[in-house]
């Protein structure tokens, strides 16, 4: 059984999509998909006009994606994490962009804990600050609105306009009416 029929769509750098739509409609499979973690029945999903493939450096250098609940090495520390994200995808100043990541996430307490003895809401600030910590041209975002208090919802609007107007494409799925106001150039409405 499809779980989603003839959706078809384009993002431009600098442009937010957002994908709204209730529960079980099927938001997180298509961003799964279009991020290369989900098989697709039929059509074609492509980065720069070639057909995406999840496994190609060349789309893991593009696209920075927040999926669920992230895993985490479990012996390294937040901060650890982020460096090794940064220094991975060729981020021009690892330490700076560290740093200033910990500081915008409100992280920098939990710097040197491990990610098993975060709150979820840490977990998830830690998982966006992995997506913001290193270069990227799309992000591909679930509910980037999870588990954050209205300052941090607040934060997240702000960055995610500031990574439009960088130039950077954003899709992403939310339930948040406030968050797509305020970021969305176009949303795609999913039914069941």
């Not at 600098?14 to 409609?25: D, F, I």
């Not at 938001?27 to 006009?49: F, H, M, Y």
């Not at 954003?170 to 176009?186: N, W």
Request: charged share 25%.
């Amino acid at each position: 059984m499809p779980i989603l029929r003839g959706v078809g769509f384009s993002l431009r750098p600098g442009e937010a999509l957002a994908v709204a739509g209730p529960n079980g409609s099927g938001k997180s499979t298509l961003l799964k998909c279009v991020a290369g973690c989900e098989d697709i029945d039929e059509g074609q999903i492509t980065l720069d006009g070639e057909e995406l493939f999840e496994s190609d450096p060349v789309v893991r250098a593009a696209m920075a994606c927040l999926l669920d609940d992230v895993d985490y090495f479990p012996d390294l520390s937040v901060v650890d994490h982020l460096r090794l994200y940064a220094w991975a995808h060729g981020t021009a100043d690892p330490e700076a962009e560290v740093e200033a990541i910990l500081a915008d996430l409100d992280l920098a307490r939990a710097a040197d804990q491990l990610p098993a003895t975060l709150s979820s809401g840490q977990r998830h600030r830690l998982g966006l600050a992995s997506c913001m910590v290193r270069p990227r041209r799309v992000l591909v975002l679930d509910e980037p609105e999870q588990r954050l208090d209205a300052q941090g919802r607040a934060w997240l609007a702000d960055r995610l306009r500031a990574e439009k107007a960088a130039g950077v494409g954003i899709l992403f799925a939310s339930h948040d009416r406030e968050l797509i106001d305020a970021v969305a150039d176009r949303i795609i409405e999913v039914v069941q």
